[in-house]
């Protein structure tokens, strides 16, 4: 189970070749590119999937929205799932995901003056969690240290 978790997003894709580089090996990319046309978007998949095999980095491509499973596919070697709150948590360890993307925990850029569960609550809906949960929302290196959570996913919180 990867302890980090990059995930794409359009203001992040200059950077994307880099960032992937940079990561410890095991750790993995959740593509979504939803801001490309399809032709476009299984292209740069393509590229990315070079470089990640490379570092050891498992590629999971994301569904067409951004919710409870977004990232399950029963093909999938990793499948992850989002969730907000502890039934989100139960669904996603229903439908087969391997782990959960528990957020908001910090104030994000992504969805910004959106409620965020803080370091406290996060903590109780991972000790409850059946399933191996990363923080994500506002994480980076220095915010990981204050939760309690098998890794972290970051958007903007990675290299």
């Known amino acids: 189970m990867p302890r980090q978790v990059l995930l794409s997003d359009a203001r992040n894709d200059a950077l994307l070749d880099r960032a992937l580089r940079r990561l410890p090996q095991?750790?993995?990319?959740?593509?979504?590119?939803?801001?490309?046309?399809?032709?476009?978007?299984a292209t740069?998949?393509?590229h990315l999937r070079r470089i990640a095999a490379l570092r050891g980095v498992e590629?999971?491509?994301?569904?067409?929205?951004?919710?409870?499973?977004?990232?399950?596919?029963p093909r999938a070697r990793l499948r992850l799932a989002?969730?907000?709150t502890l039934r989100e948590i139960g669904a996603a360890a229903r439908a087969g995901a391997h782990a959960v993307l528990l957020s908001p925990v910090y104030p994000t850029r992504s969805h910004p003056g959106a409620?965020?569960?803080?370091?406290?609550?996060f903590n109780c809906l991972a000790r409850l969690s059946p399933l191996?949960?990363?923080?994500?929302?506002?994480m980076t290196r220095r915010r990981f240290a204050q939760v309690r959570a098998h890794g972290f996913a970051a958007i903007d919180g990675l290299p």
């Open 26 to 41: 095991g750790s993995a990319l959740v593509f979504r590119h939803y801001h490309l046309a399809p032709a476009a978007r």
């Open 44 to 46: 740069r998949l393509r």
């Open 59 to 73: 590629v999971v491509l994301a569904g067409a929205g951004y919710g409870p499973a977004n990232a399950l596919s």
């Open 82 to 84: 989002t969730a907000h």
């Open 115 to 121: 409620p965020v569960l803080g370091a406290l609550r």
């Open 132 to 138: 191996p949960v990363l923080a994500l929302g506002g």
